[in-house]
């Protein structure tokens, strides 16, 4: 059974960097036939795709084009697990973040394991 | 840019009823729709994917159809456990989700 565990504060200062870790058991985060995905959601419950990473004889990286410039997710195969990092937070990033695996069909992905959610707030 | 489009936004129903909820995206997305459910506090689960696919372990009063830009959640009996928000997701490209759909008593 796959679980995703996430850690992180729960509060960050405007112009810092939000980070985030995703512990994953039952799976690997080297796995060729899955993806590794930060989501969030806000306040008023709408959710956003961040970006992924993903190994495929190499790791690959993709970012949602809303936030590319702030944001990098590092695959740590140590610790089997991966991370977010949100650089120059503004109250607008104030949300919920899910770490989610995407699973592959068809060469499309869908998010079939979440971790718990951390709710971060960005406040001074 | 692509657009999901859901709608309602909330219905009103009660056990026993049939539920259809509607995501439409604004350019063809082919069958490349997953639906998702969630309750209050919890992360979404997973339903159905490439619009009519089951996920395993999801109870056979779920369906999903169609395919292009016009999509279809159905619940054909409603059941206390159901009460939740829906979300679409168009998975051709990068992951996006439609506003949401409450289904409260």
């Known amino acids: 059974q796959v679980q995703l565990q996430q850690s992180g504060p729960g509060l960050v200062k405007p112009s810092q960097t939000l980070s985030l870790t995703c512990d994953i058991s039952g799976d690997s985060v080297s796995s060729n036939i899955v993806t590794w995905s930060w989501i969030r959601q806000s306040p008023s419950g709408g959710l956003e795709w961040l970006g992924k990473?993903?190994?495929?004889?190499?790791?690959?990286?993709d970012y949602a084009v809303s936030v590319r410039s702030r944001v990098t997710i590092n695959p740590d195969t140590s610790k089997n697990q991966f991370s977010l990092h949100l650089n120059s937070v503004t109250p607008e990033d104030t949300a919920v973040y899910y770490c989610?695996?995407?699973?592959?069909?068809?060469?499309?992905?869908?998010?079939?394991?979440w971790g718990q959610g951390v709710l971060v707030t960005v406040s001074s | 840019d692509i657009q999901m489009t859901q709608s309602p936004s909330s219905v009103s129903a009660s056990v026993g009823d049939r539920v259809t909820i509607t995501c439409r995206a604004s350019q063809g997305i082919s069958r490349w729709l997953a639906w998702y459910q969630q309750k209050p506090g919890k992360a979404p689960n997973l339903l159905l994917y490439a619009a009519s696919s089951l996920q395993s372990g999801v109870p056979s009063r779920f369906s999903g159809s169609g395919s292009g830009t016009d999509f279809t959640l159905t619940i054909s009996s409603l059941q206390p456990e159901d009460f939740a928000t829906y979300y679409c997701q168009q998975a051709n490209g990068f992951p996006l989700f439609g506003g949401g759909t409450r289904v409260e008593v």
């Open positions: 990473t993903y190994y495929r004889s190499k790791w690959y990286y």
């Open positions: 989610a695996r995407g699973a592959v069909t068809d060469f499309k992905t869908y998010f079939d394991y």
